[in-house]
Structures are given as structure tokens and as C-alpha cells.
């Protein structure tokens, strides 16, 4: 590695100022002029004897499926302010409301006064509008009637949005009166025009940390109030390292916060947990469980916001604030936790069905230093019996920190490196970021800098920057132009990444951006992007641009291939393009703890591609922690092994002894559940289903489940994980939420119900053992042999496991396609819907119009090898078996292990991608 003394110095600079956090690096709420304003305004308005509504409705017009309400707001003493608003009910559900200030003028040349409007980035194209709802304009309210018994009541007078589902109140918008939309103004006799409740603080430039920023628009803050009656837990809003239920942020009891949880995309090192700052991702949809019924909002922003939550005895309250852009929000109400993911996710996308390759075991590391490096360790994996799917390079492959370059006195090689992976199915992931080396004669530079298509400061000039390769620019990602030329840099010519090769995937970085000498790490706000808008406008959805960018140039290289990239940055609809991981963690027991609970956020929020570094980043994981972060990590639905550069080498085959069993076991349970896991990305892709499922998302109506965030379900398998994730211990007390019977997943053994409302089991779970328990009601696939990567094993045979409930009912699915290409798209894949009645299992097929191309010609006949019928009660005298027009009777075995009657049939003949019939009688 060739680094300048300049670097060297910086970085050593850089990992000593971060080591302990980092707290004051970051603004809170009352160092974020636009927060405090806001969090004073609510203050002010709560305490009124009566309030005066600045805002007043002129003029309403009734379109089809929508309304135009002309607004203005009153300024003391001056000329009161157009605003324009549409309230709009999408096809997809939810009841949506923009408000913009038309009539800004142009301030300068360099910096668009417009609002920024981020729906185009968090949209999947723009929603279809519900036409066929009823909207009405009464004299006082306008109402909008629609969906299933849906109402959306819009009081002209207060601006109170009241959204009811049969005729019950979910959600109240603006009952506090705390909308606020800061318009455009000059700065001069600012002060004569506040009314009580304003005050003056940052309006027109502020400073943090030595860094200024210069405003230029003046104040431009959006806030509103969203109140869930008779909800006591909201969830989402990523990233932040915090449990899954959220807590109050006006710190009243022991527990809160004080402050409020924030979304701003920055580079947080060694991250504090429970803890409501900012982290590298932003998504602001939230949603609220209570017994009978959910709701959720999806504020539509990307500039810096702060959400404030309040807990009272009989509601939720909820206070957005965000510094700039356009105020636009969705309201959603339905029946299930999965109602409201399924609206979200209609209107910003659902997950991209990944390569196979990508959800299966990822090994990482800062850095794989040489190639024979690279081989060396992808030799041990098959030496010692791990199956692995993809080796990471990070920054050090490169010629010093230059993207698109490799350093070929280590890398002599890449084509043939790439080659020796791709004979069994491996991929290959490299590292590229945003930051550009400034250097003169580096091709990336020069063309940036001939094309002008890199973040300029607010002079106009290029923004420049330190980050891995000293100064540095950033290439604008939201500049189409500039997606355009990141294409050419991933071609498969000699200017663009390496080699001819299709088994590349890609890690894009450090996105937020960071920004080692900027304000909070990341980038002064009035830096200016594509259109004219300022950093202050993008940031959240900037991280997303790239990822977007790189998508578009991976599909361009390949169109035949499904790309992967991995994003440390998000924003609302980046499930559509990549997935996340929860960034730079520590090797301790701290950390793995709130892995599951920021996993299971992730998976509640939309984006359930999601996973948190194996072992931690930073330190050095003892055996034991090693050990059970594996046990947990293995069901992350993204999972990864990663470590520092400082950090000990730590690759399965180096544990202790005993230990290098435990990792490989726990490794190798992931292949085996592949098909189950892979079957769940599926349905995420189609209807944004959790990859992991809190226990709230089984026992939606049993409010003791509601704040569990201790344990999880896989997908639809019924298998409900309770990873250790304490230090010594050697049981855990696994919380059963409902009444449904449960067999241990090592043992098969029945867990009898205890009472209504769910019960904990204590699980003995020694060092070797990860506690697993199998709901009844479910039936899932596994594959029980293991091979060296996940393409090795897709011709491979299945085994059902089939748990019947209480009732002897059972029902499952199982995805199947080639795993990496777009034939499922055309048809090409099989999909099993299996049921079990007690007395009959069937299998028929979920895909409607299956087409024998390549895939389903060569994988219909594939073999289900056993079958494994857990009961409560005996169920067979007698196995036919009936499919394509044969019937015959297979060999079976009956057991009795504790209350359990398992039944296994061995070899039944059976070709998984037909319907069969199967009957015990
Ligand atoms: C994202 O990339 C696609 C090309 O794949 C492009 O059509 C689209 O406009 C981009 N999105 C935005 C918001 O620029």
C-alpha cells in the first residue's frame, strides 16, 4: 500500500479524534437553528390559550381522486404568502398531502430557490392516482372517502387532518397546530415580521464546529404534527442504533430521550447505541402498531430532519421537522403491520429479488491485501469445509485510493483472479466511493473536472474535500450526465473496472458523503448539486443517487445479470437498488445486541436487505463473541463477516479449536435454509414482506409483543430465532408470542402453549447451540447438502419440513429460479404453495404462466429427498402419494420424540416443480 506521509497523518488524525465518540461532532436540536425554531414554535403553541391560525384556505378545486386547496399565511405585518396544496388518495392506498410555496423567486444564479421535491428519488415512477374516490368540499371540511371504509377529513379552518378506518380515528395531522412552512424572505426587518411563537435563531447563516454556512435562501424549515390515538408503539425511521419499539424524545421518564431521533446522513464513527443520532441512512416512514389495527407515515423529505416522539397514557404524538424542501407526506391505515409496508412499498418499490450469491455468506475483510491473499483464503474456505459465495476487496486494492484503478504490484492480475473464483460460482465485491482523487492525469478527475460534473461549493467552484485519497472532489450522482459517464467507468472496456468478468459485485461507500474535514464528516450544506439545489436539499437522497447511478452502469455492463451493490447511505426507495449494512461497529457484546433490533427496523421500514458487520469493525471479538455473533449474524438477511485494518486476522479456520466447528455449523445453517431464505427475498420483492419479522408481525393483537426486539421469525418459515447475545450465558428466555404450538427446531420436541397471551421458555443454549424454535402452522424447504457456494447447490434436493399447528394445519412456499439472471421475469422459476390439512399435503404451483426455459427444464425434476410432518397427535396408518397422473405408496417411518409424532418419509419420488397429493390415512 502506497500512501503520501499526508494521508498517513490524516488518517492518523482522523481514527484519533473519533475514537471516543464523537458526540459534540454533532449538532442536537438546539445546535440545528431549524430544530430549535421548531421545537420553541411547539413549545410556544402548546402553551396558548388559543391559537391563531396563520394559515386560511381561499379557494378549493375537486379534481378526480384529488383536491387543489389554494392557502395563504399570514405575516405580521406584511403581505401574507401563497401556498399551494394538493391532498391526493393513491391507488395503492394511503391518503398523500403536498404543500409548496409556488412564488419564490430567483435568488442568484448559482442556487435553485425552489423547493426540492425528493419523490423523485424515493418514488418507483409516480403513484397512480385513486379516481374512483368520493372528495367532497363542505362548507368546513373537505373529505375524502376511499379504499376499505377509509375517510380523510381535511378541516379548512385548523388545516387538522383526521384519517378514520371504519369510522374509527387513526391518525390526526396538525391537531397541535404545529404545521410550519418558513417562506421565502429577506433578512432585512426579519424581526417585525415573527409572529409570538417564532424566533430569529439561524435564520439566514449559522455555524458548527468553524464550518459556516452561508444560507442563502434564508429560512426554509417544513414542519408538521402526526398523533396515533390510541397507539403506544411506533416504529421505523431509520437508521439509528435504538430498539425497535421508539421511544419518547422529550426525556420525561426514565428511558427517553432527550433528544429528538434525527436523519441526516453521516459518517458516525464507533457509534453510541440506544441512542437517537443521526446515522449513514435516512428513511423517514414510520409506522404504529396497536391490537386491531396499524398506520404509518411516510414523510417525503431529504433534507436534515428531527423527529420528535411523545408517549401519552392514550396516544402517540409525533413532531416532523425538516430544514428545507417542499412538505409532502403519505398517511396510511390498515388492518396488519403488513397493510402498511405493502402501501409504502407500492408507492417506493419493493426490494430487488438479489442474486442468489448475495444472500448467502459474505467474507470481508480491510483489507485482502494481494491476490495470492484473495486465493489464498478462498482456498481455506473449501479446505476446511466452509462454504462461501463472495470475497470483498476494500480500498487497498486500488492504486492509492484511486476508484477505478487497480494496484497491480499487488493485483498483477485481476482477470485471472476473477476467473479462479468464478469455477465455483464465487464473486468477487470491490469498494467504490464517491470522493474523487484530486490528481491531475487521473482519468476520473480530469473527465469530472472537463465535464464540470462534480458537487461545487457555493462560488461555483469544484467542492474540495479530505477523505481516503487526501483532497478529493465528489462526483454529483444527481446529475443524469454524470450517471451517464459513472456508465462508462463500469464497462467492460479497457477504461472502465477490470476485466472481462460477470462475477462482480460492488460496495459503494462512504456515500453519505463523508467528508474527513467537513462539518458533522460530511459536507458543507451550501455546496451546490445538479438543478442549482444546495447539499442542505439532497443530502439524505445523495448516498441513493450513486447507488442508483451504479445500478444503472452495472445494468448497462450486464443487462443479462442481477446487479449487487451494497450502500452504507439510503434513503426511502433504495431497496429498489442495493442493500445496507448498519456501518462501522465494535467487536463487543453491546453491538451485537442492537444489531437485531436495527435489523429488524430495517425490515419494518421497507428495506429489510440489511445486516450488521459479523464480529464487529472495530476490535477484536473474543472466541465466545465470535462464536455468537455468527449464531445471529447467519440469519441477518444480509450477512457478512468484516473487520478494520488494525484488527487480528479472523477467518473461520483461525477460532480456537472447538470454535471453528461452531462458526462452520453456523455458517453451513444458512446454506441449508437458502432455498427458505431465498423463497423470503422473493416475497419482500413482490409485497415488502420482512425478511426478519419482529414477534409483533405474528401476534399483531398481542400488545406484549409489541416491544420485543430480542428475537425474530424467518420469513414465513415459522422459525423464531432467539440469538445469545449475552457474554457467559448459557440459556436464553425465549418469549413465545401466541397460542400456537412450538417444536424445538435441534430436538423436534412440542413446547406446549401456557396461556393466552404468550409465555418465555427458558432454552438451555450452551456455546454450541443457537435457540431456534419452529412455529406450528408452517412448512419450509432446506437443502441438507452442502456445497461449496449457493449456485453449487441449485440443482441440489430439497427436504420439507411440515409443522402442523394445533389444528394438524400447515402451509408454506418455495421460490426457486437460477439465481443470478432476469428469466424469473419472463416466468422462468418455480414457486410451490404447500399445504397440509391433517390427513392431506399438497403442492400445486404459484407461478401462473411457468415457462421451460432454461432454468424450470433443468430444475422440474429436481428430487424432494424427505419430508419431515411434526404433529401433535398421530396422523399416519397409511402414505399414498399421487402426482402427474401416478399413485404409490412411499416407505415412511413414524417417531414419537417427546409429544412430538414425526412422521419422515424418505425418497417419496417426487419432482418439486409439479403438483403432487400426498395422504396419510
Ligand atoms: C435512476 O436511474 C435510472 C436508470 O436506471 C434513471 O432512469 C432514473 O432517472 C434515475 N433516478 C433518478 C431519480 O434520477
Redesign the pocket.
Known amino acids: 500500500m502506497k500512501t503520501t506521509l499526508v494521508a498517513l497523518l490524516l488518517l492518523a488524525l482522523f481514527v484519533a479524534s473519533c475514537e471516543a465518540v464523537t458526540r459534540g461532532a454533532f449538532k442536537t436540536c438546539d445546535q440545528n437553528s431549524f430544530c430549535k425554531r421548531n421545537r420553541h414554535y411547539a413549545d410556544q403553541v402548546a402553551h396558548l390559550q388559543s391559537f391563531s391560525n396563520p394559515y386560511e384556505v381561499t379557494k378549493v378545486s375537486i379534481g378526480k381522486g384529488e383536491a387543489s386547496v389554494s392557502i395563504v399565511k399570514s405575516v405580521p405585518k406584511a403581505k401574507s404568502v401563497p401556498l399551494s396544496l394538493k391532498l391526493s388518495v393513491l391507488a395503492s392506498g394511503g391518503v398523500r398531502v403536498t404543500l409548496d410555496e409556488p412564488n419564490r423567486a430567483k435568488i442568484n444564479n448559482v442556487v435553485s430557490s425552489k423547493r426540492y421535491d425528493a419523490s423523485?428519488?424515493a418514488f418507483n415512477g409516480e403513484p397512480a392516482i385513486d379516481t374512483s374516490a368520493q372528495i367532497t368540499d363542505y362548507e368546513h371540511t373537505i373529505e375524502a372517502i376511499y379504499g376499505d371504509k377509509t375517510k380523510a377529513v381535511l378541516n379548512k379552518k385548523t388545516l387538522q387532518l383526521d384519517v378514520y378506518r371504519n369510522d374509527k380515528l387513526e391518525v390526526s395531522v396538525n391537531k397541535r397546530h404545529l404545521l410550519n412552512m418558513e417562506h421565502l424572505r429577506s433578512e432585512s426587518d426579519n424581526d417585525k415580521h415573527l409572529s409570538s411563537y417564532e424566533i430569529a435563531d439561524g435564520m439566514f447563516k449559522e455555524e458548527f464546529g468553524g464550518h459556516p454556512d452561508s444560507k442563502p435562501k434564508g429560512p426554509e424549515s417544513v414542519a408538521l404534527d402526526f398523533e396515533f390515538p390510541g397507539y403506544n408503539h411506533v416504529y421505523g425511521i431509520p437508521e439509528h442504533a435504538d430498539r425497535l419499539s421508539l421511544r419518547s424524545t422529550r426525556g420525561r421518564s426514565e428511558g427517553d430521550h432527550t433528544e429528538p431521533y434525527r436523519l441526516y446522513n453521516v459518517d458516525i464513527l464507533e457509534y453510541e447505541t440506544d441512542s437517537p443520532m443521526p446515522m449513514y441512512g435516512a428513511i423517514p416512514f414510520l409506522q404504529a402498531r396497536k391490537p386491531g389495527s396499524s398506520a404509518g407515515v411516510f414523510w417525503v423529505n431529504a433534507a436534515d430532519t428531527y423527529i420528535d416522539i411523545q408517549k401519552e397514557a392514550s396516544h402517540t404524538d409525533t413532531h416532523w421537522i425538516s430544514e428545507s424542501g417542499t412538505l409532502d407526506f403519505i398517511v396510511f391505515v390498515g388492518k396488519t403491520p403488513e397493510d402498511i409496508v405493502t402501501q409504502y412499498g407500492s408507492i417506493t418499490g419493493f426490494t430487488t429479488l438479489p442474486p442468489i450469491s448475495a444472500t448467502a455468506y459474505h467474507q470481508c475483510r480491510w483489507n485482502y491485501n494481494t491476490q495470492d491473499d484473495v486465493l489464498e483464503v478462498h482456498a481455506n474456505f473449501d479446505k476446511y469445509d466452509i462454504p462461501y459465495d463472495t470475497i470483498w476487496l476494500d480500498v487497498e486494492y486500488t492504486q492509492a485510493k484511486k476508484y477505478f484503478t487497480w494496484n497491480r504490484d499487488v493485483f498483477p492480475d485481476p482477470g485471472y483472479m476473477l476467473g479462479q473464483l468464478d469455477k465455483t460460482c464465487r464473486k468477487l465485491t470491490v469498494i467504490i466511493d464517491p470522493h474523487i482523487k484530486l490528481e491531475e492525469g487521473y482519468k476520473v478527475y480530469d473527465a469530472l473536472k472537463q465535464k464540470g460534473l462534480y458537487v461545487k461549493s457555493n462560488s461555483g467552484d469544484a467542492y474540495e474535500g479530505d477523505c481516503w485519497p487526501g483532497k478529493s472532489v465528489w462526483i454529483d450522482t444527481t446529475n443524469?450526465a454524470a450517471?451517464e459517464f459513472w456508465k462508462s467507468m463500469h464497462a467492460k472496456e479497457p477504461q472502465g473496472i477490470a476485466a472481462e468478468a460477470d462475477n462482480m459485485f460492488f460496495w459503494n461507500d462512504m456515500n453519505e458523503p463523508s467528508v474527513f474535514n467537513g462539518p458533522e464528516t460530511s459536507i458543507l450544506r451550501d455546496t451546490v448539486h445538479y438543478g442549482g439545489y444546495e447539499n442542505r436539499d439532497v443530502h439524505n437522497a445523495f448516498g441513493m443517487s450513486m447507488i442508483?447511478a451504479t445500478?444503472?452502469a452495472l445494468?448497462a455492463r450486464n443487462p443479462a445479470v442481477r446487479p449487487f451493490i451494497l450502500t452504507r447511505s439510503f434513503f426511502s426507495g433504495t431497496q429498489r437498488t442495493a442493500a445496507m449494512w448498519t456501518g462501522d461497529n465494535e467487536a463487543s457484546w453491546e453491538y451485537l445486541q442492537i444489531a437485531t433490533p436495527m435489523v429488524l427496523t430495517q425490515n419494518v421500514a421497507g428495506m429489510p436487505f440489511a445486516g450488521a458487520d459479523v464480529g464487529g469493525f472495530f476490535g477484536n471479538p473474543a472466541p465466545e463473541l465470535l462464536t455468537r455473533w455468527y449464531q445471529a449474524g447467519l440469519f441477518y438477511p444480509f450477512f457478512r463477516a468484516h473487520a478494520h485494518i488494525d484488527t487480528k486476522r479472523r477467518e473461520p479456520w483461525l477460532a480456537e479449536e472447538e470454535h471453528i466447528d461452531y462458526l462452520r455449523n453456523a455458517i453451513r445453517l444458512r446454506y441449508q435454509l437458502l432455498p427458505s431464505i431465498y423463497t423470503a427475498f422473493r416475497q419482500a420483492s413482490v409485497s415488502g414482506a420482512p425478511i426478519l419479522k419482529p414477534l409483533f408481525y405474528v401476534a399483531p393483537n398481542n400488545p406484549d409483543a409489541y416491544a420485543r426486539d430480542d428475537s425474530f421469525f424467518v420469513g414465513n418459515t415459522g422459525l423464531l430465532v432467539h440469538p445469545v447475545v449475552h457474554e457467559g450465558a448459557t440459556s436464553v428466555n425465549m418469549f413465545i408470542p401466541d397460542e400456537e404450538v412450538y417444536y424445538d427446531f435441534h430436538s423436534s420436541q412440542l413446547v406446549h402453549k401456557k396461556n393466552d397471551k404468550g409465555f418465555e421458555l427458558e432454552y438451555k443454549a450452551n456455546i454450541d447451540t443457537i435457540p431456534i424454535l419452529q412455529r406450528g402452522g408452517h412448512i419450509y424447504a432446506r437443502r441438507d447438502r452442502i456445497r461449496r457456494s449457493s449456485e453449487l447447490m441449485l440443482m441440489d434436493p430439497v427436504t420439507l419440513v411440515v409443522n402442523a399447528n394445533s389444528m394438524w394445519d400447515a402451509e408454506g412456499e418455495l421460490y426457486l429460479d437460477d439465481g443470478k439472471g432476469y428469466g424469473y421475469k419472463n416466468g422462468d422459476f418455480i414457486h410451490m404453495k404447500f399445504n397440509f390439512d391433517g390427513q392431506v399435503l399438497k403442492a400445486s404451483s404459484l407461478n401462473p404462466d411457468p415457462k421451460s426455459f432454461d432454468f424450470v427444464h433443468k430444475a422440474i425434476d429436481i428430487p424432494i429427498e424427505k419430508i419431515i410432518v411434526n404433529s401433535p397427535e398421530m396422523l399416519t396408518v397409511g402414505c399414498t402419494v399421487r402426482q402427474a397422473g401416478r399413485d404409490w405408496n412411499p416407505k415412511y417411518e413414524t417417531k414419537q420424540i417427546g409429544a412430538t409424532h414425526q412422521t419422515i418419509i424418505h425418497n417419496p419420488g417426487l419432482a418439486v416443480g409439479l403438483p403432487w397429493a400426498m395422504s396419510f390415512s
Open positions: 423523485h428519488w443524469p450517471a442508483n445500478f444503472a445494468t
